[in-house]
């Protein structure tokens, strides 16, 4: 089983649609939660940082964190052609070092 | 706003050559990373360095690999004898603190990458 595991999509939606994101992942261990936006050929932009389980929201964007279920979300609303990226969920576990990635899901938001 | 940047932005390199990829990391950020991606696959963990030491490494991070903090201001990877499956991005990280300092001061703020061409 792979460490963390996220549908390559890609997932096509409409300008104004919500989007749901979704990793799973199989180390309990992991506390901190991450997720990425990675647009073609660039370096990962941090969006939302969650620790343990629960929901924080910044802007159009809820970060969910299901620590019983192993699973994790993000939702974008009214989402907009701009979002259109591939999207990266990555873990850490306490005092390590490493941010293990999911393989992104490429969304693309039609106008 | 601060932010990670990396040099150069592309290097196509023949096999068996020694490239360095630089770094420099948000000023007040205490903890460095590498990262790659190969093309279509996810991003992986190389190493971490802290203190002017490598303080966690992947499996994937050889004898063939070396980190090194030369100055007070940049962080370098070097690939001593290149392979054709090292073509790859390769990104830069760097953080305040590690997971479970200090809250939200762990995150790591990523560079634009070096794409690395083996031929």
């Known amino acids: 089983q792979k460490e963390v595991e996220q549908d390559p999509g890609p997932l096509s939606v409409p300008e104004g649609a919500i989007v749901s994101l979704n990793c799973t992942y199989s180390?309990?261990?992991?506390?901190?939660f991450m997720w990425y936006r990675q647009y073609s050929r660039k370096g990962p932009e941090l969006l939302m940082y969650?620790?343990?389980?629960g929901n924080k929201e910044d802007g159009r964007f809820t970060a969910q964190v299901d620590k019983s279920s192993k699973y994790i979300s993000l939702f974008i609303r009214d989402s907009q052609p701009s979002d259109s990226a591939t999207y990266l969920c990555?873990?850490?576990?306490?005092?390590?070092?490493?941010?293990?990635f999911g393989t992104g899901t490429r969304l693309l938001v039609s106008p | 706003e601060p932010e990670v940047t990396q040099t150069p932005s592309h290097q196509v390199t023949q096999m068996g050559q020694e490239v360095i990829l630089r770094c420099v990391p948000i000023?007040?950020?205490?903890?460095f990373y590498w990262y790659r991606q190969i093309l279509g696959q996810k991003v992986e963990f190389l190493v971490s360095?802290?203190?002017?030491?490598?303080?966690?490494k992947s499996e994937i991070f050889d004898d063939q690999f070396s980190v090194e903090r030369p100055d007070g201001s940049n962080f370098t990877l070097k690939i001593r004898s290149t392979k054709l499956e090292d073509s790859a991005m390769y990104f830069c990280?760097?953080?305040?603190?590690?997971?479970?300092?200090?809250?939200?001061?762990?995150?790591?703020?990523f560079g634009p990458g070096t794409r690395l061409l083996v031929l």
């Open positions: 990280a760097s953080s305040e603190a590690l997971a479970g300092e200090y809250l939200y001061q762990e995150t790591q703020y």
């Open positions: 180390n309990s261990a992991f506390q901190y």
């Open positions: 969650t620790y343990s389980s």
């Open positions: 990555a873990m850490e576990d306490t005092g390590f070092q490493k941010l293990v």
């Open positions: 000023s007040n950020h205490l903890y």
């Open positions: 360095f802290y203190n002017n030491e490598i303080s966690e």
